[in-house]
């Protein structure tokens, strides 16, 4: 398999409810990883195999030092919202740090908490699948290049 969902950990949403970890997705640097289609992402993973570098998420990042590290690149003001029974975490869109980044087959992301340290460091929030292979070229994103 590959990807084929966009998810929340739910070992992640377990460890919030029960005050086992304090992420603060508003004040935390939530840090924005790339990843090829070697992964298979699963919602239902332990809490230390959410985290960036561990279980799945050990292999197939896609970056391009110092532009796009491998550890990827921190949200900006993320936020979290609740309206009409719907809560959203949302920030600005992610650039590169300049426009000679260049990154092929990239099918999703891992979005995790880089601030805290225990009880897992870099634990993940969420991944989002893009849809098929994206890549970017002197810093333009094309869809399937």
């Known amino acids: 398999m590959a990807w084929t969902n966009s998810k ?3 070992a992640t949403m377990e460890d919030v409810l029960e005050n ?5 997705l508003n004040a935390d640097t939530i840090n924005v990883a790339l990843f090829d289609n070697t992964v298979t992402p699963s919602q239902t993973v332990a809490s230390a195999n959410t985290a960036y570098g561990a279980g799945v998420w ?9 532009s796009w590290p491998a550890v990827g690149r921190p949200l900006v003001t993320p936020g979290v919202t609740f309206s009409s029974n719907v809560v959203t975490f949302d920030a600005p869109d992610t650039v590169s740090a300049d426009a000679t980044t260049d990154l092929a087959s990239v099918f999703g992301c891992l979005v995790y908490d880089d601030t805290i340290v225990t009880p897992v460091a870099d634990q993940g929030v ?9 890549s970017v ?3 333009r994103m094309g869809r399937g290049l």
């Open 8 to 10: 929340i950990f739910s």
């Open 20 to 24: 086992t970890t304090a992420i603060d």
């Open 58 to 66: 050990a292999a197939g990042g896609v970056g391009d030092t110092p």
């Open 126 to 134: 969420c991944f989002n699948y893009f849809g098929g292979s994206n």
């Open 137 to 139: 070229v002197n810093g």
